[in-house]
């Protein structure tokens, strides 16, 4: 390195009286501004952020999901075929539960993990007990990882219906459910699905009711939180990442609306036959105007116009290719005289054009169309005529609609083009704040560790040149040391004394281990000494200035980790955090 080397020079110009000397010296310095360059590269790479261990969560709730080493006693992929299609297609996509393999957050903490590519996947586990929120608030949260991102699939789950007929092993696009909650993404299409399926109390069917004013879903290969919040005051409200981004009422924002209308039109009205819609109408006294020419046409000749002086008249728009040439299979018998075919003449392109020349044409000033008559009010106007209204004899009115049918599973049915999609710590109850808890032990703990994964696995970018004057220790330890040490050493050459005042952190710091090694060395030479210093002396002096390099070398280590114990620190925060919290 450039610094190593003018030290070395320095240090070799005290000693030139005894060459053999001047070589350990030369050695000595170099190595001991080696360990000071190395120092910061060393912490760095002996830093990396711990990662937590998974413990399961001790709470409890109706369903509470971390697929632990039993979650295969719980959950049942399904081997059913879709159903309400033109085409047979059946369930064929893998599930396995697994640790995440991009960005892991949290050691041993696995996840379920759907498998393949461009494949129909159905998996479901039953609830131990059905799931019934009436008078009570519902919550249902769960992570998404992408781990291969997404550009065209869901993740979303659905809580099924509870009923006999709740099969596992049959789950499909055809079970009935009672909320789909999620993320779905493909090509402009992004959104956070919540849908209800709610029964009409007089009729007894069923109808999906869609949030209206969707949110945008994440898409990153860090792990996602959604959280669905469903109150019995009929509200909700939607969270992605702990962070609120809808909320509003289940009367107001969905599509169809949960209650009808209590007047409809009446089918059997019809409008009458007299019945005038037309608000204007032409004035019927008024005239044409007498100078009103309807003849006259839209464009006429410019007589002003002038041939252009470079017009070509004698040159033709369009000339034999020059460059055709007649095919060899062409038989003038049976196929005729061979004409080259035609190209624009590139005479023409030069100048203003060619051929004839005629005066080109523009906007008749007299120019007015066919006339018709101004529009007035029309007297025999009745207004736009809508059909009179009757009672809606299908009307009802769902004064709780966030009632929901009991729930007996949950289950994912997708179809995605991207793999390795993981689905952990699921969340279906009533506690708010058990759900934050949930979130506080696992999400909160791991996205600050896949976020500095994420980070440091980006390129870098070509950094601008900066003048060492510019440079911050924070911002690249082993540069900063770099830079500024050499900045110290050429100053130096000139003039010591100006070096320690212009770079007094190096001074202060790193250049106290170059004056140290050029002092001693320079000290051992003695100065105006005529007797040259022994091998023995300079040894000496160069193991000093070794072991102070080493202590300049600990120091620069501990002021490189300190950013990466920061780090570290807050995710012991967490942890500790949410140990604490458990019972």
């Not at 299409?189 to 399926?197: E, L």
């Not at 058990?434 to 950094?463: G, I, Q, R």
Request: hydrophobic share 35%.
């Amino acid at each position: 390195m450039r610094y190593q080397s003018i030290v070395a020079a320095l240090a070799y110009s005290a000693t030139f009286a005894r060459a053999d000397v001047a070589d350990d010296a030369k050695e000595a310095v170099s190595e001991a501004a080696s360990s000071v360059s190395s120092a910061a590269e060393e912490a760095t790479a002996s830093s990396p952020i711990e990662r937590p261990t998974f413990t399961p969560a001790s709470l409890k709730a109706p369903f509470l999901e971390q697929f632990t080493d039993d979650w295969n006693s719980r959950w049942q992929a399904s081997h059913a075929k879709k159903a309400n299609t033109d085409e047979d297609w059946a369930y064929v996509g893998t599930w396995e539960v697994e640790e995440p393999t991009v960005f892991k957050g949290i050691e041993g903490d696995k996840g379920l993990v759907l498998k393949d590519k461009a494949a129909h996947h159905a998996i479901s586990a039953k609830f131990p007990k059905a799931v019934d929120n009436k008078k009570k608030t519902l919550v249902v949260q769960y992570e998404v990882k992408l781990q291969d991102s997404l550009e065209c699939g869901g993740a979303y789950m659905k809580l099924l219906q509870n009923n006999k007929a709740l099969q596992s092993d049959e789950f499909s696009n055809a079970s009935p459910y009672i909320i789909m909650f999620g993320p779905d993404k493909c090509g402009s299409t992004n959104k956070v699905h919540f849908i209800f399926r709610h029964k009409n109390p007089k009729t007894g069917e069923y109808e999906e009711k869609h949030l209206k004013n969707t949110p945008m879903a994440r898409i990153t290969k860090t792990t996602s939180l959604y959280t669905l919040i469903v109150t019995p005051d009929q509200q909700y409200e939607i969270k992605v990442d702990g962070e609120s981004l809808r909320n509003g009422s289940l009367f107001e924002d969905f599509t169809p609306s949960v209650n009808p209308e209590k007047e409809i039109d009446d089918p059997k009205d019809e409008k009458p036959s007299d019945w005038v819609e037309e608000a204007k109408i032409p004035d019927p006294e008024a005239t044409k105007p007498e100078d009103w020419d309807e003849d006259a046409p839209f464009q006429v000749v410019d007589e002003e116009a002038t041939k252009p002086d470079d017009w070509l008249d004698d040159e033709p728009l369009m000339i034999p290719d020059p460059e055709a040439e007649k095919p060899e299979d062409w038989d003038d018998e049976e196929d005729g005289d061979w004409v080259p075919p035609q190209v624009h003449n590139p005479k023409c392109a030069e100048v203003s054009g060619c051929g004839e020349w005629e005066r080109p044409t523009k906007m008749n000033p007299d120019y007015k169309g066919k006339w018709t008559a101004p529009l007035i009010d029309n007297p025999a106007y009745k207004g736009i005529w809508s059909p009179r209204k009757i009672a809606n004899p299908d009307y009802f009115e769902d004064k709780t609609p966030a009632n929901f049918e009991p729930m007996g599973a949950i289950g994912f049915e997708l179809w995605t083009m991207q793999n390795n999609i993981l689905f952990d710590n699921i969340y279906i109850g009533h506690s708010v704040e058990d759900a934050e808890k949930l979130k506080a032990e696992t999400f909160d703990v791991k996205l600050p560790v896949e976020k500095a994964e994420e980070e440091a696995s980006k390129p870098k970018e070509p950094e601008t040149p900066k003048s060492p004057l510019d440079l911050k220790f924070t911002d690249d330890p082993v540069k900063y040391i770099k830079e500024k040490f050499d900045l110290f050493v050429t100053i130096a050459k000139r003039d010591p004394v100006e070096a320690i005042k212009f770079v007094p952190e190096i001074a202060g710091g790193l250049g106290v281990l170059a004056v140290t090694v050029l002092a001693l060395l320079v000290g051992v030479v003695g100065a105006g000494s005529s007797a040259a210093p022994s091998k023995g002396q300079v040894k000496d002096a160069a193991q000093k200035a070794k072991d102070s390099a080493v202590d300049a070398k600990d120091k620069v280590a501990e002021g490189v980790s300190t950013g990466a114990e920061k780090v570290q620190s807050e995710v012991n925060k967490r942890t500790t955090r949410s140990q604490d919290k458990s019972p």
